[in-house]
């Protein structure tokens, strides 16, 4: 029998192995009870069964093993020495069988056996590390299939122990660093806590240096210090993280070449690292390559792979990312015809092939929307049908079927005009409807789906039954439970629009419900996270049209409620979130853990959000678990003194202290209605109505925005009679209006501040005036001032001063910035400044060379005052990556927001585009200025357009004349009034668009 397991094990010849199990049966046939060797003669039976298994995967082998060693385990009483052995086979073997058979018996009896192996083992017994390490991986085992976190925990405290047994030299040192990282890097994806993810990463660097070039385990090793770096450029949107795991990944690549088992797999990794870069920055050539890796990987997958399917899949997947991006129909028709082929490999029985049912027609869906070929919306409509057979009650993606298919119903309906296909299309949303539980967190989106196809049958067929039943359901959604999806959003929006073109009661709630929504998404989601932008755009008018309809209503306090919390969405969640976070968190004790509790859990429902590779139920339920404990750590936060509006939006009397040095005068564009309402310190707001239209503003800022697009340049010669004219109209159609009601309120001279939405923050309205002689344009009567939102103003001017004694002044300039055309002023303007302010305040000054990116982040970190000359560097499309241009770079937004200041006051812009932010979302405020607004500066001049670099040095002169008071001090609340001096000053001398490009924004 020996001498046949030696050969089997040597030339892996079966009929060898077939041999030794029937000898070994003989054998054991000689041992009955009782007998001295039976309970070696059992195991032995059972080692070679096992490697049967392990050759062919028979699982009465297994179940014949695991017989076998319980067997064995019963001839080994309590305090027998081979008892814990006996107990180790025997919970391996059941955790193998969980493996292949999922039933969670198995793993739970493993891990008792496992549990009772180990309390046997002293601390030096050889066998202790391994039972260390198999239980952990087992508990490891359990919580991917329950998700208690305690099994997790008990598991990363089990790995540490067994790592303690492996010291420096020892064969298993590397594996045990490994196995430790990666549960720590998975319990990193629970709970968000970053000192989890930072040690995964310390262990994954430190298992690959014992893995050098040729070690087996390298390979391996990569990619898990790969996948650790992605998962912390996922939480901190570091991209050397990012770029470092693609790095491993084709390090890891590289190790796997042709032939080698792995190669696909790590393909693929390397692929979708790529995908995950692509997503964060849009460079085409990140997918290009992923595609090409994914058609390698298909390559090494031949007919008849078990990854064929996959393959096809992944590929398809990415030719679907890029045809969303360049609208090609070859990329789009290659993935159908790849859907189709995983769809053949996907025959009657497999438990993939619903899914490849439907990934082929949602891309024959999206071809008939490109192309309109009604035989694709038909097949489609088919196998959408096909899938939905093979999901019966009670399947996973039941829901997904009935939704698909109504939703390609109601497509075909609107086409072709046939009823009994909108007919249909009702009956499968209210069947998908009814089977998400109130809680579910999909339950919005359906509700809207089924909403608005009876709103459509009710354009058609006019039966009041489904117009009431429509905005029944509507009205149900201020009652969902525990919403934080984006689909909530939309189908508040949906529902939003339906009552305003019905003329139906529920609009001013369906606005409420809308910004309730919003407000609890902005406080889960990361600023940076892919779901912020869908929240924008989810939201995209929604605050504007909510102002209008409470005006149109006459609440004109909830109007200015509801558009404060609306609006500047990321700068919201960056100032009214993060502050109160801060101060919880300093507050010491309770405070301080639930703060941290608070940061956790926000962090975990982002994780359940993005976990796309679970099923829809197994979703909701974790999301809804969740938000119940999220939504019960704010109630015990709200119980602590002085926090009992944490994150609450502010009431009307709270924004109302906007007003207290002047009136804020909130000028709104919806497409319902344009409106001003004028914000004073102790009445209500006054109404102002505007004789303009949406579409008129619209018209009116693209003029404008072509007329400027030049301005300051010395190429180019700017009309300044067509600037005129449209300055004219919007004195015209705005501006004087809300002058003659000012006026009422306002004695000439004061300041004021401009809060305009939509395409409003486009248009200088403090230039706004009639250009006529012996008339008067509105600076003639007032200091104008801007703010994105009224908190901004009110945090801003709660900031206060700090002693003079302990400001400094720093004036950085770059003349010759890396890339970027050179500024002949900037030396000049930068030795005016000092003339003026290094008399009275502590001054440096920063300069060519030395105004390099990490020199000018050094210098606002330690800096109260800010003047800054240089390239300002706007990026209309991806408005996070505007900068000022510096000696070796770039200075971007999303840096300066990251940089903690040490109490900033002011900061002159002399800058290019320092008020021109995202194309789309304008409201969002996301510029230059804002960053520097929101990173704490009290003050800031900002420019609307190109500055002219002669005209900024006249403008800087006269302004920091008049920035001093009359006791010798610089006060950043002077910086309207400087500003407006200055430019009247000079009004005879320098260029009219440049007399109105800089704007002041804040105190």
Not at 65 to 83: F, K, N, S, Y
Not at 360 to 365: N, S, V
Not at 647 to 669: H, M, R, T
Request: charged share 20%; hydrophobic share 40%; net charge negative.
């Amino acid at each position: 029998m020996a001498d046949n397991m030696e050969r089997f094990e040597q030339q892996a010849v079966l009929p060898d192995l077939d041999e030794a199990i029937d000898l070994h049966r003989a054998a054991l046939a000689l041992c009955p009870l009782g007998h001295p060797d039976r309970s070696i003669s059992l195991n032995n039976l059972a080692d070679s069964l096992n490697v049967r298994f392990e050759q062919r995967g028979a699982l009465p082998d297994l179940d014949e093993t695991i017989e076998l060693h319980r067997a064995v385990l019963a001839l080994c009483p309590q305090g027998h020495p081979d008892r814990s052995m006996s107990l180790y086979n025997l919970a391996i073997s059941l955790r193998i069988r969980f493996e292949r058979q999922g039933a969670l018996p198995n793993l739970d009896e493993a891990i008792e056996l496992h549990r009772a192996a180990l309390a046997l083992l002293s601390s030096s017994h050889f066998l202790r590390s391994s039972s260390l390490d198999n239980l952990a991986y087992s508990l490891n085992a359990r919580f991917k299939q329950r998700g208690a976190l305690s099994d997790l925990d008990e598991a990363i405290d089990l790995y540490r122990a067994a790592l303690a047994l492996c010291p420096l030299g020892h064969p298993d040192r590397s594996m045990s660093l490994n196995r430790l990282g990666n549960s720590l890097n998975t319990r990193f994806e629970q709970r968000g806590a970053l000192p989890d993810l930072n040690e995964a990463i310390e262990l994954n660097r430190a298992a690959l240096a014992l893995c050098p070039l040729g070690h087996s385990g390298r390979s391996m090793s990569l990619n898990n210090l790969a996948n650790s770096l992605l998962a912390r450029f996922e939480q901190q949107g570091a991209l050397s993280d990012l770029d470092a795991a693609i790095e491993l990944h084709g390090a890891a690549l590289a190790l796997c070449p042709l032939g080698h088992p792995d190669r696909s797999i790590s393909l693929n990794n390397l692929a979708n690292s790529l995908n995950v870069r692509f997503k964060q920055q849009g460079a085409l050539p990140d997918l290009d390559e992923a595609i090409w890796l994914h058609r390698v990987a298909l390559a090494l997958c031949p007919l008849g792979h078990s990854d064929r399917s996959m393959s096809l899949n992944n590929l398809a997947n990415s030719l679907d990312a890029r045809f969303e991006q360049q609208g090609a129909l070859p990329d789009l028709n290659e993935a159908i015809e790849l859907h189709r082929a995983a769809l053949a490999l996907c025959t009657l029985g497999n438990p993939d092939r619903s899914i490849s049912l439907s990934n082929l027609a949602i891309g024959l869906d999206t071809r008939f929307e490109q192309q309109g070929a009604l035989p694709d919306l038909n097949e489609a409509i088919e196998l959408h049908r096909a899938a939905f057979a093979i999901r019966p009650l009670g399947h996973p993606l039941r829901y997904q079927s009935l939704n698909n298919l109504a939703n390609s119903l109601r497509v075909r309906s609107k086409q072709q005009g046939e009823l009994s296909d909108l007919d249909e299309a009702v009956e499968l949303y209210r069947a998908a409807f009814a089977l998400l539980s109130p809680s579910h967190f999909l339950r919005s989106s359906s509700l809207n789906n089924l909403a608005k196809s009876l709103l459509v049958r009710f354009e058609q067929q006019s039966m009041t039954s489904d117009l009431e039943e429509a905005f029944g359901l509507y009205l149900q959604l201020p009652e969902i439970s525990h919403a934080v999806w984006c689909k909530d959003l939309y189908a508040a929006k949906s529902w939003a629009a339906s009552a305003e073109q019905l003329n139906h009661h529920s609009a001013l709630v369906a606005y409420q419900t809308a910004l309730e929504l919003l407000d609890r998404h902005v406080t889960v989601l990361s600023s940076f996270s892919r779901h912020f932008d869908v929240i924008r755009e989810a939201t995209s008018s929604i605050a504007m049209d909510a102002f209008s309809c409470n005006v149109r209503h006459g609440a004109l306090t909830t109007a200015v409620e509801l558009v404060e919390r609306g609006r500047a969405v990321f700068w919201t969640q960056l100032a009214r979130f993060r502050t109160p976070l801060d101060e919880l968190s300093a507050s010491g004790g309770t405070g301080e853990a639930l703060a941290e509790e608070f940061k956790q859990l926000s962090f975990r429902i982002r994780k359940a959000l993005d976990a796309l590779d679970v099923s829809l139920e197994d979703r909701s339920s974790q999301i809804r678990q969740l938000i119940i404990q999220w939504d019960g750590v704010i109630s015990r936060i709200r119980r602590l003194p002085d926090f009992s509006r944490f994150l609450l939006p502010p009431l009307f009397s709270d924004l109302q202290k906007a007003g207290e040095d002047g009136p804020v005068i909130i000028v709104n564009a919806s497409r319902y209605s344009c409106d001003a309402l004028i914000i004073l310190i102790s009445q209500d707001p006054a109404h102002v109505s505007l004789d303009i239209t949406q579409a008129e503003v619209s018209e009116l800022t693209s003029t404008f925005q072509s007329l400027t697009s030049h301005a300051g340049t010395s190429d180019h010669k700017t009309e300044s009679y067509k600037i005129v004219g449209v300055l004219r109209t919007l004195w015209r159609r705005v501006v004087a209006s809300i002058l003659e009601v000012l006026r009422k309120f306002v004695p000439r001279g004061s300041r004021i501040w401009w809060c305009p939405t939509a395409e409003f923050t486009l248009l200088p309205l403090h230039a706004a005036g009639p250009y006529e002689p012996n008339s008067h344009n509105f600076s003639h009567f007032y200091v104008s001032s801007y703010t994105p939102t009224l908190a901004t103003l009110i945090r801003a001017r709660r900031q206060g001063s700090r002693d003079a004694s302990s400001q400094h002044f720093v004036a950085i300039g770059q003349a010759s910035p890396d890339r970027a055309k050179e500024l002949r002023c900037v030396a000049a303007e930068l030795d005016i400044v000092a003339q003026r302010v290094a008399p009275v305040l502590s001054f440096t000054s920063l300069a060519g060379s030395d105004a390099t990116v990490q020199g000018a982040f050094d210098t606002l970190s330690q800096k109260q005052w800010l003047h800054l000359a240089c390239h300002g560097m706007p990026n209309q499309e991806e408005p996070f990556e505007s900068s000022f241009a510096m000696y070796d770079g770039s200075l971007m937004i999303k840096d300066i927001i990251r940089t903690r200041l040490q109490d900033p006051e002011f900061a002159f812009l002399s800058a290019c585009h320092t008020t021109v932010g995202d194309k789309w979302s304008p409201d969002e405020a996301i510029h230059l200025a804002a960053a520097m607004q929101f990173s704490g500066f009290r003050s800031v001049i900002g420019s609307m357009w190109s500055v002219d670099d002669d005209v900024a040095g006249q403008i800087v002169s006269h302004f920091y004349d008049n920035l001093v008071d009359d006791s010798g001090r610089l006060d950043c609340k002077r910086a309207a009034r400087a500003l407006h001096k200055a430019v009247k000053k000079l009004r005879k001398q320098i260029p009219f668009e440049q007399q109105i490009v800089f704007v002041h924004i804040g105190v």
